[in-house]
Nanobody, 128 residues
Framework: QVQLLESGGGSVQSGGSLRLSCAVS????????LAWFRQAPGKKREGVAA???????SYPDSVKGRFTISRDNAKSTVYLQMNNLSPEDTAMYYC??????????????????????WGQGTQVTVSS
């Protein structure tokens, strides 16, 4: 059973930065596709970043240029660096993971949320 544990959430003022971390258990971490999603109250879940086993990445336009996803295979951890945060970024942020599928690129995985494992989430609150 693969488990994901997020950390790093908190409160920050508009324009500030946060880095989220997600520790992933599992013996084959380097082969996983990993992603971050967020959901604000009353809104649909949104994929904000994904990184595949070949380090290819995908971001929606809403965060492109502000958010950066990275992975450290030695530490079995995926990160989300968030810069220039705005109140619209306030949400619960979830880490997600799944095995790599050669026929499905990372953008497709982010769009369809096709991930088998999910963390419990970490809250990010941005005040104006």
């Amino acid at each position: 059973q693969v488990q994901l544990l997020e950390s790093g959430g908190g409160s920050v003022q508009s324009g500030g930065s946060l880095r989220l971390s997600c520790a992933v258990s599992g013996y084959d971490y380097s082969r996983y596709c990993l992603a971050w999603f967020r959901q604000a109250p009353g809104k649909k879940r949104e994929g904000v970043a994904a990184i595949d086993s070949d380090y290819s990445t995908s971001y929606p336009d809403s965060v492109k240029g502000r958010f950066t996803i990275s992975r450290d295979n030695a530490k079995s951890t995926v990160y989300l660096q968030m810069n220039n945060l705005s109140p619209e970024d306030t949400a619960m942020y979830y880490c997600a993971g799944g095995v790599h599928f050669p026929e499905k690129d990372v953008a497709y995985r982010l769009q369809t949320a096709e991930f088998a494992w999910w963390g419990q989430g970490t809250q990010v609150t941005v005040s104006s």
